[in-house]
């Protein structure tokens, strides 16, 4: 059953790299409350990414194709001004734990800062995510163990296929 609070949508933004089980439920739990939910995913050239820009676009759009109000996008330059672009102001953000707040409680203050329509909504994950993070899946596939359990199917797959081809070159 879903809750609308209103004919709204909403930006999810991330890096996604890569997308985890922990994302997905984010956007589930982001599509029951809004009426659309745009996931943005950033184009930062100074981050070190394990996949491309079009690689992370397809791994979400893979993984969530069974939900019929998400749209997919990317976005370079500040989220405060991408907003503005798109005319939407609400930012979904996901709360893990208190570790999570600090970054999180900056980041919002200074989205608003920035552009003062800006409001960031944060959802509360299941339990059993909140200690899930891209980071450390990453560095799990990298170092040789199992991440079936943590993100969805197709992108273990192309997570174990990428690990390959690291660790070959
Ligand atoms: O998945 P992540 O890496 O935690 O997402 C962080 C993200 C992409 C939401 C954040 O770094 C961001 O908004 N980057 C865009 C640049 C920007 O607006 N920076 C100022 C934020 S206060």
Redesign the pocket.
């Known amino acids: 059953m879903s809750i609308m609070v209103k004919k709204i949508s909403a930006v999810y ?5 890569p997308p985890t089980n922990g994302h997905l439920d984010i956007i589930v739990k982001a599509s029951r409350l809004f009426s659309e939910v745009i996931v943005a995913i ?1 184009d ?1 050239v100074n ?1 070190k990414h394990i996949f491309s820009l079009q690689e992370r676009l397809n791994l979400v759009q893979k993984s969530i194709k069974h939900l019929k109000n998400i749209k997919i996008t990317s ?1 370079s ?6 907003l503005e672009k798109i005319n939407s102001f609400i930012v979904i ?1 996901g709360l893990r734990a208190l570790s999570d707040f600090e970054y999180e409680f ?2 919002a203050l ?2 608003r800062k ?1 552009n003062k329509k800006v409001e960031t909504v944060f959802l509360l994950p299941e339990q059993s995510y909140t200690f899930l993070s ?1 980071s450390m899946v990453k560095e799990i596939a990298l170092l040789g163990g199992n991440t079936a359990d943590f993100v969805p199917k197709y992108v273990d797959k192309e997570l174990k296929k990428r690990v390959v081809n690291l660790t070959k070159n």
Do not use: C, H, V
């Open positions: 933004p991330g890096s996604f790299d950033t930062n981050k976005f330059g500040l989220l405060a001004d991408y953000r900056q980041m200074m989205n920035l891209s």
